[in-house]
């Protein structure tokens, strides 16, 4: 099996990588100033909520996994 902090690493880089893209703020990672890529036309809002509900989910995996 795989270690549990390394399992909950992983959860918690997904939960940021999940929030960047629901909040269209990702980048590629390799420059920090860079804008985004590979986006698309969507309507723009607060995405706030959507992304509140998303953390918690990777937040109870991750108190599933302690």
């Known amino acids: 099996g795989v ?5 909950a690493r992983a959860v918690a880089i997904m939960k940021a990588s999940s929030t960047a893209h629901i909040n269209e703020t990702n980048t590629s990672g390799t420059n ?7 986006k698309m036309e969507t ?3 607060d995405c706030s909520a959507l992304v509140a509900e998303a953390a918690s989910y990777f937040d109870r995996v991750v108190s599933a996994l302690s």
């Not at 270690?3 to 399992?7: C, D, E, V």
């Open 3 to 7: 270690p549990l902090q390394s399992a």
């Open 32 to 38: 920090p100033v860079e804008t985004r890529f590979r």
């Open 43 to 45: 309507v723009q809002g």
